[in-house]
Each structure stands twice: as structure tokens, then as C-alpha cells.
């Protein structure tokens, strides 16, 4: 059995290497054909492209940007920890592991909420499974905030989403989406209330533990502590690609980040699926893609800069004595 496990751990990895190879080879020679028309090579145009940034204004933006992340994200962590696995837990004492969870999410961002679940069965003897119920949850509002924020940018600027509808049929894309999504959200919150198909039972199950718990204020409060992230996300992407003297609108960004930042999701090396999608929705720049690269890069770079500073007081608080209730 491991060694077949072990056998489609690589299949994947392979796969989803290759998958981020294709991605880099479609973004090359989307760049490659614009470098063309204006008889450069394809790094000559990049190396120009940069070069014309002002990198000192991008850098006073992304720093507070990034710390103002850090900040907000935190306290949702908080909060839902609070409400379901620590009812005692601070948020000055989610800070540290929070932000040292971030180093491990270079790799992986589950890894880094993984992180966090062991932190708390550590010091406070919350059962694993209860705290990554928690991680999950999360995870879940995140994606139906970026659903609801992207409705709301293509409802506002739709004819802006047609323009970008020249290689895909984004509008049907979308739509279909956003309704899968609005039908599964009842669904959700009745299954795991209890209130329907009550022989099923999957919601018993550990890992649901948050979900059971939840009430729908609950997701909703949990959306609109997360939503600043976003909001400031749409601003400081539209301001710097300004920099990078690249025609964007705040409505295109506020239709479009959220679903790129959901294709970030996907399990491929260096989020290659988000930097293919760049290209897709600014055809007219197909240097983007490197652009987010760059963007992605810095943020967490520095994201984990944060978790180094957090790193010796996120230590020393889960190598002394857990607090509550010892093991036997």
C-alpha cells in the first residue's frame, strides 16, 4: 500500500510539474510574439518592461501591504480559533505562530496551516483534527469571499469582462461559477446544521468539526474579517501595475484578482496556473504574467521575513509547558 501511495505521490507531482511547464511555455511565447512586433527579444522586452517600474514607490506600497496582510489575516485566524478550539487564546498569541507558519508556506500553504494545528494541540491540547476543521473552514470563506468579490467587480464593469472575452468565454465562466457556488452555500449550511439528510453521516465526521459548530453568522462575520485583505489587494495590484505602466481600471482588478487568486489555488509549482491567467485577461500584455510572478514572489518573500521575527517567541511559547490539561 505505501508503495503504491508513494507511486501516486509522484504520478502527481509530475504531473502538476509538467502542467507548470506547459503554463511557462504558453506565457513564453505569448511574450515572445509581443517582443516580435516590436523586434526585440523576448528578454530584452522583459528587461525593459522592468526597467521602466519605479521599483522605490512599489516597494513603499508592497511593504505595508504586506504587513498589513499579515495583521488582518491573523486576527480572522484568530477569531475563528477563538470561536471553536481555544475559547482563552489572545490574538497578540496567534501573532507569532501565525506569522511563523508563514516560512512553511513558501512550500505549501497547507503546510503552514498544518503549523498552526499543531501549535494549538501543543499548547492548548486541542485535538488535531478539531484545529485543521478550523484551518478548513477558513478555506472555505476565502474562497466564497473571492467568489462573492469577483460577482460584485463583473456585475459593476461587465462590458470590461467582455473585452477580456477574446480567448475565453469568461462571462459563461464565471456565471456558471458564481451560481454552483450560491446553490452549494444552503446546501452547506443546512447539511451541516443537521437539518437535512440527517442518515448521512459524512458532517460527523472529525474533520467537520468547525462546520458543525459554525453558525451562519458565523461565515459571514468571517468573510468581513478577511474582506480588507482583498480590498487592499485590488487597490495596491491596480496602483502597481500603474507603475508598471500598464493600463488596468480598479473594476477590471476587482472582477478579475479574485479569480486569479483562485487559480493561485491550484496545486502547481510557482502558481503557474494564476500567471497563464494574467496573460489571459490582459491579452494586450502578456508580460504580466511575469509581473505577478514578481508580485507573488515579494509578498511571500517577505511574509516570511515576518515569520523569521515571530520565529524565536513562536518557539520558545511551543517548546515550554502546554497550557490546559496534561496528556494523561
Not at 89 to 118: C, F, H, T
Not at 121 to 147: D, K, N
Not at 166 to 188: D, E, R
Request: contains cysteine; hydrophobic residues 55%.
Amino acid at each position: 500500500m505505501a508503495d503504491k501511495r508513494n507511486v501516486r505521490s509522484l504520478l502527481l507531482q509530475l504531473v502538476s510539474w509538467l502542467a507548470a511547464f506547459a503554463c511557462f511555455y504558453l506565457i513564453y511565447g505569448r511574450i515572445a510574439v509581443a517582443a516580435a512586433r516590436q523586434e526585440q527579444s523576448p528578454l530584452t522586452y522583459l528587461l525593459e518592461f522592468f526597467g521602466e517600474a519605479n521599483w522605490w514607490l512599489w516597494l513603499a506600497m508592497m511593504i505595508p501591504y504586506s504587513i498589513f496582510f499579515f495583521l488582518v489575516d491573523a486576527h480572522a485566524s484568530w477569531r475563528v480559533i477563538r470561536w471553536y478550539n481555544a475559547p482563552t487564546i489572545r490574538y497578540l498569541d496567534v501573532l507569532p505562530i501565525r506569522a511563523s507558519a508563514y516560512i512553511l508556506s513558501i512550500l505549501n500553504e497547507q503546510v503552514g496551516k498544518g503549523a498552526m494545528s499543531l501549535y494549538l494541540w501543543h499548547r492548548y491540547r486541542i485535538p488535531g483534527w478539531e484545529a485543521v476543521s478550523s484551518m478548513i473552514l477558513l478555506g472555505v470563506v476565502e474562497i466564497y469571499q473571492l467568489l462573492i468579490f469577483s460577482s460584485i467587480g463583473v456585475w459593476l464593469y461587465f462590458d470590461l469582462v467582455e473585452q477580456a472575452s477574446t480567448q475565453l468565454p469568461l462571462p459563461t465562466i464565471l456565471t456558471t461559477a458564481y451560481l454552483i457556488a450560491l446553490a452549494y452555500l444552503p446546501f452547506h449550511l443546512l447539511y451541516f446544521s443537521g437539518r437535512i439528510l440527517p442518515g448521512l453521516q459524512i458532517r460527523g465526521a472529525k474533520i467537520f468539526y468547525a462546520f458543525r459548530k459554525a453558525k451562519p453568522l458565523d461565515y459571514l462575520l468571517v468573510l468581513l474579517f478577511k474582506a480588507p485583505n482583498l480590498l487592499m489587494a485590488v487597490m495596491v495590484y491596480t496602483l502597481a501595475l500603474e507603475l508598471f505602466h500598464v493600463e488596468v481600471v480598479f473594476g477590471q482588478m476587482l472582477a478579475f484578482l479574485p479569480v486569479i487568486f483562485l487559480a493561485a489555488a491550484l496545486p502547481l509549482p510557482f502558481h503557474a496556473g494564476a500567471l497563464l491567467l494574467w496573460t489571459v485577461l490582459f491579452p494586450d500584455y502578456p508580460e504580466v504574467g511575469a509581473f505577478s510572478l514578481v508580485m507573488h514572489t515579494f509578498f511571500v518573500a517577505f511574509n516570511a521575513v515576518i515569520g523569521l521575527i515571530f520565529l524565536p517567541q513562536a518557539n520558545r511559547e511551543l517548546f515550554e509547558d502546554a497550557v490546559g490539561q496534561p496528556d494523561s
